[in-house]
């Protein structure tokens, strides 16, 4: 560790050094005005107001005023938004030295503009206007539709689903892509936990205390890590969120909900107050389950509980910026029918349970992960730079504990079957350029030093220590009705392995546990992206992604009977690294009656891992092997909104992916189908109903034996009341889901055999929100 700070610290004093010796003024503009309500034309408190295509935002005063200074000569349009409250864009021209006045009126609107942070430049952006494909739900969406897991907060999207053990184990997929191929983080920076590695190891993250969740399709390997080749996923607090933009006052959230069918009951509460540019935060909350009711019955042991918590402090200058904070997630939630495939004398074994539960049978054994994550984070840097090449520059740190317990239950008794481990130091530096009237880019270094440990029953892999060292640049060009992106990562990965304990006591005619030995990957990625307006309201964007990814650990060096993922693996300490070559191509419409955008890519994948199942059996789970071979993935997912007439919307979302291996052209296990959602929001003042279809095909192409499932339509109905003031707004919402009760199960589920989802219910909630 002390040498992976001196690498950032060299990093931070040559950009300081660099900073000092460019100082270099430049005559500019500002950019102000006032954000009032349409219906009463009272000031707007909280507005977010943001330049299109630059870093500068803005959050209104008490008095509804925005100011932006600083602003470069040229020509620019500009947003308004408060959550759902929002305006149209508006052109504005900046000469050296004005002073333009720009006023937004904002309006309830179930269709707005969507922000991101995740894959831009610099600053906030809008997704129609970033090069990778974006979507994001706001707390309004959130809490209007409240969901349990993050997994099942977002399944529904364009090229989204999930993929579980039963609820708590809920992980998103994003494009067919799972595991180690999707990156989840939590305010730009990876959670730390192991629901990448296990298809019963769960995120911790409560949806219903996000501001913000972004989504985004397609690789992002050159800003996050070589294991984000399908996408990423970024759940952002409300602290985050307001970082860049203090104004002084307090803002805060509190919301409860309430469902039927799986007895959830969840609150969550946080503050924001900044004073004399100091602020301090504080959040958290506490979310439970019980068992879920299907169409067949409950699905026992599928119960979930969380708590987490979060507090800070930070200080923020004209230009010094530096914060400090703690978060902490507690779980607990059981995995269905897990204990049918342990090793216990007394239980029933798998086949005399499909179907029903294990509380069907005599001395069920129940298996339960326990979870704790502890993350300290230190932020600190500096911003608006009077410097000729660069505005800002930041350091991250991150201390992350992970530490899971499996739990297995019998008449009532508890016993620890496995413990992991998995500590992580994670830092971050990088650099935002100053943004000319054509360039605008962010380069960097990261590093990861990882101990994972793992003892018991299913300590699959040796003790083993990763650490991880890159390099990266990010840069846009803009000619006017064209932009270019071009970008470059440079990664190694390095893993240092103990000993296999125990590794002569293989069974006699059972698989052999694989060779243990330190390995190192190192590779660069690269992306060339083009923009295109076309026109005022379109735009077509295309991107060609050259990346690699180190395999992991588990890849490499699992040994023994994995429950979670239903196989016996054998590991493969020989594994090359995956290369991908990736083609995303997106249309894009943006007019005040219609917004549409329509993805379609393909992904070529050198030495893809996948675990080839054989028709060895130990125990009662099938023997797998990690191999590689060669793989396509191709597909598309698109969304569109078309305004009936009034404030009436029609939505359309629509995902479909084939992959296969390309040598035997066998299908890949656990592709989504083909999914699609329909739904229609019915506005009246601060009303709105939203009937919902979600539509699934047949999934028959399937991986080996693994079983098909059938197509379903799943009815739901939702309707939020929202009330809007200067300094307050609340969301009352009640969502009917499943109302024909269908029978259907997830394909990308573990136990889609034994487990269909859950039936007929409600759920309610309130939230207000204070500014």
Do not use: C
């Amino acid at each position: 560790m002390p040498a992976v700070l001196r690498r950032l610290g060299a990093a931070s004093l040559a950009a300081g050094a660099f900073t000092v010796a460019t100082i270099h003024a430049q005559e500019t503009g500002t950019v102000g005005g006032a954000v009032t309500f349409t219906a009463d034309h009272r000031p707007v408190h909280g507005a977010v107001v943001l330049m299109v295509g630059t870093s500068h935002v803005a959050l209104t005063d008490e008095e509804g005023r925005y100011e932006i200074p600083g602003v470069p000569p040229g020509t620019y349009e500009l947003i308004a938004q408060r959550e759902h409250l929002t305006a149209d864009r508006q052109s504005v021209e900046i000469q050296p030295g004005d002073k333009v006045d720009i006023d937004f009126e904002l309006d309830l609107s179930t269709v707005h503009e969507e922000l991101t942070v995740t894959a831009t430049a610099g600053g906030q952006a809008t997704a129609f206007e970033a090069f990778n494909a974006i979507t994001t739900l706001d707390s309004f969406e959130l809490i209007g539709n409240s969901q349990p897991t993050l997994g099942d907060a977002i399944q529904n999207e364009p090229g989204v689903a999930k993929r579980s053990f039963g609820p708590g184990s809920s992980r998103p997929i994003i494009r067919g892509f799972d595991g180690d191929r999707v990156l989840i983080m939590e305010d730009g920076v990876r959670t730390g936990d192991l629901s990448a590695q296990s298809g019963d190891h769960g995120v911790t993250i409560d949806p219903n205390g996000l501001e913000r969740i972004e989504i985004v399709r397609g690789p992002a390997t050159l800003l996050y890590g070589s294991n984000a080749v399908g996408g990423v996923v970024n759940a952002i607090t409300p602290h985050e969120s307001y970082r860049d933009s203090l104004t002084a006052g307090t803002r805060g959230q509190f919301s409860v909900d309430a469902g039927s069918t799986d007895k959830q009951m969840g609150t969550n509460a946080s503050v924001q107050h900044a004073e004399n540019r100091v602020m301090l935060w504080a959040g958290g909350g506490t979310r439970r389950t019980g068992d879920y009711d299907t169409p067949v019955g409950t699905i026992a042991n599928s119960a979930t509980e969380l708590s987490n918590g979060r507090a800070g402090v930070g200080y923020s200058g004209e230009r010094l910026f530096a914060s400090g904070g703690f978060t902490m997630d507690d779980g607990r939630f059981g995995i269905p029918f897990a204990g049918a495939f342990h090793e216990h004398e007394e239980k029933s074994g798998p086949e005399e349970v499909v179907g029903d539960t294990p509380a069907d049978h005599e001395d069920p054994v129940f298996v339960d992960i326990d979870s704790r994550r502890r993350v300290g984070r230190f932020d600190g840097g500096m911003r608006n730079l009077d410097t000729r090449g660069i505005e800002s520059f930041r350091v991250m740190l991150n201390i992350i504990d992970w530490e899971h317990d499996e739990i297995e239950t019998v008449e009532r008794r508890d016993t620890v079957g496995t413990t992991f481990d998995n500590r992580t130091f994670v830092a971050r530096a990088e650099i935002d350029q100053r943004q000319t009237g054509r360039l605008a880019g962010k380069f960097g270094v990261w590093t990861q030093k990882r101990d994972y440990l793992a003892t018991g029953e299913e300590a699959l892999v040796p003790p083993t220590n990763q650490t991880s060292f890159a390099a990266f640049a990010y840069e846009e060009l803009d000619f006017g009705r064209y932009r270019l992106q071009v970008g470059g990562r440079l990664e190694r990965n390095a893993y240092a392995v103990a000993e296999r304990p125990g590794w002569d006591e293989d069974e006699p005619d059972g698989p052999r546990s694989p060779e243990v030995r330190d390995r190192a990957f190192t590779g660069a990625s690269a992306s060339l992206g083009f923009q295109a307006d076309l026109g005022n309201e379109a735009a077509f964007v295309t991107n060609l992604t050259h990346s690699h990814r180190a395999p992991a650990l588990e890849e490499l060096y699992n040994f023994g009977p994995h429950v979670g993922n239903l196989v016996f693996e054998v590991g493969n300490p020989d594994l090359d690294r995956e290369t991908t070559l990736g083609l995303d191509m997106s249309l894009r419409y943006q007019a005040p009656r219609v917004r549409a955008t329509v993805n379609a890519y393909t992904y070529h994948i050198d030495n893809f891992v996948f675990a080839s199942i054989t028709d060895d059996v130990v125990g009662q789970l099938r023997v797998a092997d990690f191999l590689q071979a060669d793989s396509r993935f191709m597909g598309m997912d698109a969304e569109t909104s078309v305004r009936l007439g009034g404030l009436v919307w029609v939505n359309l979302g629509l995902g479909v992916v084939d992959a296969k291996l390309t040598g035997t052209n066998e299908s890949l296990p656990r592709i989504p189908p083909f999914r699609g959602r329909v739904s229609v929001d019915i506005p009246y003042r601060g009303l709105t109903v939203s009937p919902e279809l979600v539509l699934a095909t047949t999934q028959d192409r399937v991986f080996r034996d693994e079983t098909p499932t059938d197509g379903y339509t799943v009815l739901n109905l939702k309707a939020s009341y929202v009330w809007a003031r200067q300094h307050m707004a609340h969301v009352v919402s009640v969502t009917g889901y499943n109302l024909t009760d269908e029978l259907y199960r997830n394909h990308t589920s573990f136990i889609k055999n034994l487990a269909p989802e859950i039936g007929r219910g409600v759920r309610v909630g309130y939230s207000v929100r204070f500014f």
